[in-house]
């Protein structure tokens, strides 16, 4: 299977700290990749430098074949890559539906349109109201972003990256803060998902994991120790060491 | 939400309805003083409305906006200069055309250059920023002996405009206030249109507009030019209002009334910037006036105390600034907010 993105010798260093430490990963076309790590391994570092927020000190990113390395972030994303945050990242002051209306909108070649009223354009409308509807949403629509529970705030990350129809979704532990039926909820729509989008997961719920993953990575000191199934990753003896804690 | 959205409208209505009507009322009571008020804060309301779209629904703390205002003035001032005293073929003209289409040129063209500076800064870099430009500007004119340097420029003739004549205070005034409906339905169409939502978008949450896959810098450009732009134009009004421009109309303690009316009025609302600039005028006004009638109250103590006669009423600064301490401290949401029945 193609590869869809290709990460060869990433380097990030934060002072003295190697938050990413020559890391090589290469996500298969619609599998799901997890990365999992101890706290400080270097996981949301590696997304952003993915996403584009931050820019690495060495080593290069392919999406389908193409160098972004220096691609900005905004640009990345209409490449065709989109990502959740680990810390709720919304627009507060606006409602729901305008959120993710806003995710649809982004797909057009610009937003230099100035005359019609933007809540008015029924396309943009609709389509934001079916994704909503597939999280679970679809009666919350109209509500101030910020009366919704920080569970609710999760599924609206999710449905954003939906909107955005992106081929690669970067999502950064979903299940963050989420209860247990709650996590339940994420992992189910997240298997729904399996084999429609390439999906690389950062997530801490072990469980959710090895439920969900094709394969997964481990990161530990901002280094990938291994890489495979999770029959292997939970059979390997430096994962186990390094990581899931020796018994 | 309707009850407030119908509130701010029938406020919006009664406003812009006193404005309409009221100027007409003063000349026919031959009170040509109060007309002039009335031009002076319409045209300031423009330049608050204008300021209101980066400011409230960028969310881009501009502290610079007096210098489109003051360039846009001088876009009168130095055609008719020029006009009348010769020198400088190319610009000079009564044309008040000319000039209203060189003040939105040139505002326009100083917002792209210096936004695109700006706007690579963030939070306090951008408030110093935008000032520093606009300080920039106010130094350049003082330095200009040919426009009066610090002493400003007389204008001595108003831009000439087909159907209407300036002088006429009622003419100006309603030019100007057609000017500040027209400023306030753009305003309006901008912010709700696709443009707007990224605009208010990146004032909520600039990183997820990044990842969404907006260019958030290009779309707050473009907001800073339409803003200077449109704050030029009223610049062209003023200097017509004012028959006299100086660089003290480009220092930054204008640039900070004009935020303080949008702050006072109420930011990112559509009305909030008149009621602001309409309370700030009506302040300054009215604050003179009560305290030159309080003068005989308190001038025996002062006398006593300083032995020379009081003149109370230059003092309106004071309880000017305490006002303003107070709207901004415990009025959360300005005027608008009030009137929305404290609701944020």
Not at chain 1, 5 to 34: C, P, Q, R, W, Y
Not at chain 1, 158 to 173: K, N, Q, R, V
Not at chain 2, 266 to 280: C, D, N, R
Request: glycine residues 10%; contains cysteine.
């Amino acid at each position: 299977m193609a590869n869809i993105l290709e990460i060869d010798g990433l380097m990030k260093s934060f002072g003295g700290i190697k938050a990413t430490d020559n890391v090589n990963l290469a996500v298969e076309e619609n599998e799901l990749h997890a990365i999992i790590g101890p706290n400080g391994a270097g996981k949301t570092t590696l997304i952003a430098q993915l996403s584009g927020q931050q820019m690495p000190d060495a080593g290069t990113i392919r999406f389908r074949g193409r160098d972004i390395t220096q691609v900005p972030a905004h640009a990345r994303a209409r490449l065709g890559m989109t990502r959740s945050y680990q810390i709720t990242s919304l627009v507060m002051g606006m409602s729901v539906l305008d959120n993710i209306a806003l995710a649809v909108q982004a797909k057009d070649a610009h937003s230099f349109r100035f005359i019609r009223s933007a809540r008015k354009i029924a396309s943009l409308r609709d389509e934001a109201r079916r994704y909503l509807a597939e999280v679970g949403l679809a009666d919350r629509a109209d509500a101030p972003t910020v009366n919704l529970s920080h569970g609710e705030h999760r599924l609206m990350e999710i449905a954003i990256a939906l909107a955005s129809e992106a081929p690669l979704m970067l999502l950064d532990e979903p299940m963050a803060g989420l209860g247990p039926e709650e996590s339940a909820q994420m992992v189910a729509f997240l298997k729904g998902l399996k084999g429609k989008r390439t999906i690389l997961l950062i997530e801490h719920d072990m469980d959710a994991v090895f439920a969900l993953a094709d394969r997964i990575s481990v990161l530990v000191y901002g280094h990938i120790i291994a890489t495979g199934d999770p029959a292997s990753i939970r059979g390997n003896d430096d994962v186990r060491h390094a990581y899931l804690g020796e018994e | 939400m309707t009850q407030g959205l119908s509130r701010s409208t029938v406020a919006t209505v009664i406003l812009l309805g006193l404005l309409a009507v009221l100027p007409a009322v003063f000349m026919a009571m031959d009170n040509e003083y109060y007309v002039g008020l009335a031009t002076r804060l319409v045209i300031l309301g423009i330049a608050a409305t204008s300021l209101n779209l980066i400011l409230g629904y960028g969310g881009l703390i501009s502290f610079g906006h007096a210098a489109f205002v003051g360039i846009g003035a001088y876009a009168v001032g130095i055609p008719v200069h020029h006009s009348l005293f010769g020198g400088f073929q190319i610009v000079a003209s009564n044309n008040g055309l000319f000039h209203v289409a060189l003040a939105v040129v040139i505002s326009a063209l100083f917002a792209l250059i210096t936004g695109a500076i700006c706007l690579r800064t963030k939070g306090v870099y951008f408030i110093m920023i935008t000032m520093a430009f606009a300080q920039m500007v106010y130094y350049l004119f003082i330095s200009i002996d040919t426009y009066g340097a610090d002493d400003g420029l007389v204008i001595y003739q108003v831009s000439q405009v087909p159907l209407i004549d300036l002088s006429e205070p009622l003419h100006l005034y309603y030019l100007a206030f057609a000017s500040l409906v027209a400023a306030i339905l753009l305003v309006r169409m901008i912010v709700n249109s696709r443009f707007g939502m990224v605009l208010q978008g990146a004032k909520g949450n600039p990183e997820r507009m990044v990842t969404m896959g907006y260019n958030v810098y290009r779309y707050r450009l473009v907001a800073y030019v339409i803003s200077g732009a449109m704050a030029g134009y009223s610049g062209a009004l003023l200097a017509n209002y004012e028959g006299f421009i100086s660089p003290d109309m480009m220092d930054w303690a204008q640039s900070g009334e004009f935020m303080f009316m949008v702050i006072l009025g109420g930011v990112a609302t559509t009305l909030g910037p008149i009621l602001g600039s309409t309370l700030f005028t009506v302040l300054e006004e009215g604050l003179q006036i009560v305290m030159d009638w309080m003068e005989p109250a308190v001038e025996p103590a002062y006398v006593a105390l300083f032995g020379r006669d009081l003149e109370f009423e230059v003092y309106w600064h004071l309880p000017f600034g305490l006002i303003l301490i107070f709207a901004v401290l415990f009025v959360r949401g300005g005027i608008m907010g009030l009137i929305r029945g404290g609701k944020d």
